[in-house]
């Protein structure tokens, strides 16, 4: 099934939910209400949600200039991919972690978290690099920026329907009440059947087929899940709907990381790709620094001593 299908199946469905909902909070009045507020939302989802997650995320744009090792890195993997060159994004956060997004392999969008740049080798960044574009070239980014954008509006929409069930001479159905508690949710169900765990290994397996080594999306994904405990990720906390979107579960725990868990445990893909290493594979044809040595270290400094690569 195609990602433009399950993106057209998903946002059907998510119409059918809001005239529902319209219904019991209006009557007719408002399934009609309700249908033409899920088509404006469908026509912006489909059009801006990946500009939206971005701005979400606080990401900033990243030229050449800016950060020339991490954009020639990236160029490189794009061209091993047949994909065209992505446009890279920066979110100053300390958790390591990275997302894709764009709802055509030509609007393409890589964000990396500067924690995932200080803290991984470039062989692991490489390895994490070549996962995203890999949920590119299969054009999941279309419906994972889809999904986060109306589980979002999901939780508006509860919010808004909770509002109104609260005044004195409220007409609410109280079965509607009832929908709207369920909604918070069924967001997070929604997120979950749209974006299966399976997709999550199969970006893996092409992640490792990019970057010619198994071995270094194993190690990244390895560093990703050790380093990001006890750094909180403070934009994808306030945003949840989103977290299905990153590499790593962006999440610090509790209840609602659990309700969002759209990601396979980590041991099992590190295993899927340990196992895959066992028939070798090419590498990129560029220096891998001295595991210790900074990925960013610039030729003739100190060991160890780096320049931030994104300016």
């Not at 609007?107 to 990396?112: D, F, L, N, P, S």
């Not at 995203?132 to 808004?160: N, S």
Request: aromatic fraction near 6%; charge should be neutral.
């Amino acid at each position: 099934m195609s990602g433009y299908f399950r993106t057209l199946l998903l946002l059907a469905g998510l119409t059918a939910l809001f005239m529902a909902i319209g219904y019991a909070l209006g009557g007719e009045q408002g399934m009609l209400m309700a249908l033409l507020f899920a088509g404006a939302m469908n026509l912006w989802a489909w059009w801006g949600s990946d500009r939206m997650v971005l701005r979400m995320q606080n990401a900033q744009p990243v030229s050449p200039q800016e950060a020339p090792d991490l954009y020639a890195m990236t160029q490189q993997l794009a061209q091993r991919a047949g994909l065209p060159m992505p446009a890279l994004y920066v979110i100053h956060e300390d958790q390591p972690n990275a997302f894709a997004t764009g709802r055509s392999p030509e609007r393409g969008a890589v964000a990396v978290n500067t924690g995932l740049l200080d803290m991984m080798s470039r062989e692991e960044v490489a390895g994490v690099i070549a996962h995203e574009l890999a949920h590119i070239k299969h054009r999941d980014t279309l419906i994972m920026a889809v999904t986060a954008t109306l589980a979002g509006a999901i939780g508006f929409l509860a919010q808004f329907g909770m509002v109104l069930g609260r005044g004195r001479d409220s007409r609410v159905n109280p079965i509607a009440g009832l929908v709207m508690m369920l909604l918070g949710p069924l967001a997070a169900v929604l997120v979950q059947a749209a974006i299966s765990r399976s997709r999550e290994y199969e970006a893996d397996a092409e992640g490792a087929r990019i970057c010619g080594d198994p071995t270094w999306l194993a190690s990244g994904l390895s560093r990703l899940e050790q380093y990001k405990h006890g750094r909180v990720n403070q934009a994808a906390e306030a945003n949840p709907a989103m977290a299905h979107m990153f590499i790593i579960n962006p999440l610090s725990g509790g209840a609602l990381a659990g309700l969002f868990s759209t990601h396979p445990p980590t041991e099992q893909r590190v295993a899927r790709l340990m196992a895959m290493a066992g028939g070798g594979g090419g590498a990129l044809p560029r220096q891998v620094p001295a595991r210790g040595a900074s990925p960013w270290a610039q030729p003739g400094s100190p060991r160890g001593q780096s320049r931030s690569p994104w300016g």
